[in-house]
């Protein structure tokens, strides 16, 4: 029984661990991400406020406090006007704040407020994991005994289920807090996405996502790494499994992409070949059931409208190989992958799967250059590793 309990509260404290290191990733990504794009949208913000508030005004000498100007001493015989009476001044017309940029201020300050409760829920995971130390030192010490006296006494027995029995509580305490973290992040990274894309549409950019038009390859690449590097992992209940667009789990076959979302899309090239390309979607229309897509590569700069069956979404979450094996890309699998420095994906077999939360794919691209038609093995990270619809080699 002590041996069942003391499994069931190593892989509850597994998952701990995996999901502790996942919220300290993406909470430090995020704030950190916040923090600069606060910096970068000042003068969007400044703009907002005069579009609001509207230009002030220097006021009149009669509302400053300051005392009228005396009469005039006349002519004798002449009788002068008094002082003029306050004029009236019509308020020039304060413009309308665009819907847009009054997006980016309520996200601002939602996300500044998800930052404070995402904040108190990480002291709240080290207090609980302080707390809970003192039990598993006496786990430690009680098998050290144990082992010294080389019997398992029925005291000792008992003594131990109870420890246990507490140690899998602390655990599950744990455990809960580290999902409320995790959700917070997710609203937190969707607030941050609907930000980018509200600034789009208002013409708003800050410093790490330039417009198009200026958009450096160097910067791309550099955004697609963060992308998957912060790409949430996900930790299930036990029992609970994976859900479509974790790792290698396709979508449901009546989902539909939301605008931001990034996607494999196969498009017709200059020379009238065919190529998946790595795009954003713009929009989708119900009643043609065909996408608009946005190249992601700056050099590209072209909007696609296509059907469904040219578009596969990225995976949405990390699958966990020590948990959830069953949902990544076996060796040998073929799949399309996005070469690396590259916005393009190509078939490939699966060279070796991740061994870790944090590894990538290792993958053979199909290259007739090589003699035996593939690449040495290169890294891919799961972010940017689909199933590929076409099985024939070309």
């Known amino acids: 029984m002590a041996q069942e309990t003391g499994r069931a509260t190593c ?28 910096k970068s949208q000042a003068a969007s913000r400044a703009w907002l406020r005069a579009s609001v508030v509207g ?33 009236s001044r019509r308020a020039p017309r304060r413009p309308r704040p665009l819907p847009a940029a009054m997006a980016l201020v309520s996200a601002d300050s939602r996300i500044a407020e998800l930052l404070g409760e995402l904040h108190q ?10 707390r809970s130390e003192h039990n598993l030192v006496n786990i430690q010490k009680t098998h050290e005994r144990m082992q010294t006296e080389n019997k398992i006494s029925p005291y000792y027995r008992t003594k131990l289920r109870g420890l246990y029995t507490t140690a899998k509580a602390d655990a599950e305490a744990e ?5 409320k973290a995790l959700d917070k992040i997710a609203e937190i990274k969707s607030l941050l996405e609907e930000r980018r894309i509200a600034a789009k549409i208002a013409g708003l950019y800050n410093d790490s996502e330039p417009p198009r038009k200026t958009m450096r390859r160097g910067v791309l690449m550099t955004l697609l790494q963060q992308s998957a590097m912060t790409l949430p992992l996900w930790i299930g209940k ?4 994976p859900p479509p667009l974790c790792g290698a789990i396709p979508a449901a ?29 713009v929009s989708y229309s119900h009643a043609t059931n065909k996408y608009e897509v946005d190249d992601i590569d700056e050099e590209g700069k072209e909007r696609h409208t296509l059907s469904r069956r040219r578009i596969i979404p990225l995976p949405q979450w990390k699958a966990n190989p020590e948990t959830d094996p069953e949902a990544l890309f076996q060796k040998d699998q ?12 190509y078939r490939a077999l699966i060279h070796g799967p991740p061994t870790r939360p944090q590894d990538d794919y290792s993958v053979l691209f199909e290259d007739t250059s090589y003699a035996d038609g593939y ?3 290169l890294n891919v990270a799961q972010r940017y590793v689909v199933t590929c619809k076409e099985t024939k080699k070309k």
């Open 238 to 241: 036990p029992g609970e499994k």
């Open 55 to 87: 230009p002030r005004l220097p006021l009149p000498p009669w509302e400053r406090g300051a005392a009228p100007s005396p009469p005039l001493q006349g002519i004798v015989g002449i009788q002068l006007a008094a002082p003029p009476t306050k004029p």
């Open 253 to 281: 076959s009546d989902y539909v992409a939301k605008p931001g979302d990034k996607v494999a899309a196969r498009v017709k090239a200059v020379d009238g070949d065919e190529q998946w390309i790595l795009a954003e979607v």
């Open 11 to 38: 892989a509850m404290r597994m998952r701990c661990r995996s999901a502790w290191a996942l919220v300290a990733l993406c909470a430090c990504a995020t704030s950190k991400r916040f923090l600069r794009d606060c």
């Open 334 to 345: 073929l799949v399309l992958a996005l070469y690396p420095q590259t916005t393009c994906f």
């Open 175 to 179: 455990c809960n807090i580290l999902r």
């Open 375 to 377: 690449s040495p093995p």
């Open 121 to 130: 829920l990480i002291k709240q995971t080290q207090e609980e994991r302080s």
